[in-house]
């Protein structure tokens, strides 16, 4: 009887942004990493220099490819860099902090402050919209890497649609899942059952 290949998973979210972001709202508007973000990302690399990868994939978005790119290095990779890997889109949010948002829009703003994964932002997504593309996306690498080990690196609302889907966790419960900057999870498929190892592993 021949064994079911086992397709190894390594989430891991982006380091820290810079500090102007913090109260302001991004999804995909393209925050930086901050100086300690940036050592916190060489830290990982080094934790992970001797895990076997064939692959790293990231977000495009900056705060996620430096990340990224400093976990790729040392096994002479390149971040692979997938559109659907992105953060959540808070349309007409991004860029504005929390408190010119409740202004301008309090009925949504107290939506989103109850049950977040309920509301469509305007001109973006809803979770549930995140949910599908990041799902289709993953369903997609491991396809191309069965049997194999690959990181992804990407943001917090991505890494829960990931981890909500294998765990069959409801859309309303993400938050539920916690995710720290630079955190790590592992999810391994055995043939196509999922299991995960470990969730939000500081380093």
């Given at each position: 009887?021949?064994?079911?290949?086992?397709?190894?998973?390594?989430?891991?979210?982006?380091?820290?942004?810079?500090?102007?972001?913090?109260?302001?709202?991004?999804?995909?508007?393209?925050?930086?990493?901050?100086?300690?973000?940036?050592?916190?990302?060489?830290?990982?690399?080094?934790?992970?220099?001797?895990?076997?990868?064939?692959?790293?994939?990231?977000?495009?978005?900056?705060?996620?490819?430096?990340?990224?790119?400093?976990?790729?290095?040392?096994?002479?990779?390149?971040?692979?860099?997938?559109?659907?890997?992105?953060?959540?889109?808070?349309?007409?949010?991004?860029?504005?902090?929390?408190?010119?948002?409740?202004?301008?829009?309090?009925?949504?703003?107290?939506?989103?402050?109850?049950?977040?994964?309920?509301?469509?932002?305007?001109?973006?997504?809803?979770?549930?919209?995140?949910?599908?593309?990041?799902?289709?996306?993953?369903?997609?690498?491991?396809?191309?890497?069965?049997?194999?080990?690959?990181?992804?690196?990407?943001?917090?609302?991505?890494?829960?649609?990931?981890?909500?889907?294998?765990?069959?966790v409801e859309d309303g419960k993400i938050f539920r899942i916690g995710q720290s900057w630079g955190?790590?999870?592992?999810?391994?498929?055995?043939?196509?059952?999922?299991?995960?190892?470990?969730?939000?592993?500081?380093?």
């Amino acid at each position: 009887m021949t064994s079911s290949p086992v397709t190894a998973l390594l989430l891991i979210r982006h380091t820290a942004p810079a500090a102007w972001a913090k109260g302001v709202c991004h999804g995909v508007l393209d925050v930086p990493l901050s100086e300690d973000g940036a050592i916190h990302a060489q830290g990982i690399a080094d934790h992970l220099r001797d895990t076997t990868l064939d692959a790293v994939y990231a977000s495009p978005l900056s705060r996620a490819v430096v990340t990224a790119t400093a976990v790729a290095a040392p096994h002479g990779l390149r971040p692979v860099l997938r559109e659907q890997l992105v953060e959540i889109d808070f349309g007409a949010f991004e860029g504005r902090t929390f408190d010119e948002i409740a202004a301008s829009y309090p009925d949504l703003y107290g939506q989103w402050m109850r049950d977040p994964a309920t509301v469509r932002f305007p001109a973006g997504e809803t979770f549930g919209d995140l949910r599908a593309r990041v799902t289709e996306e993953i369903a997609r690498i491991r396809r191309e890497h069965r049997g194999g080990s690959v990181a992804v690196v990407t943001h917090g609302g991505v890494i829960r649609a990931v981890l909500a889907d294998v765990l069959g966790v409801e859309d309303g419960k993400i938050f539920r899942i916690g995710q720290s900057w630079g955190g790590l999870s592992l999810v391994e498929w055995v043939g196509d059952e999922p299991i995960v190892r470990y969730l939000n592993v500081a380093v």
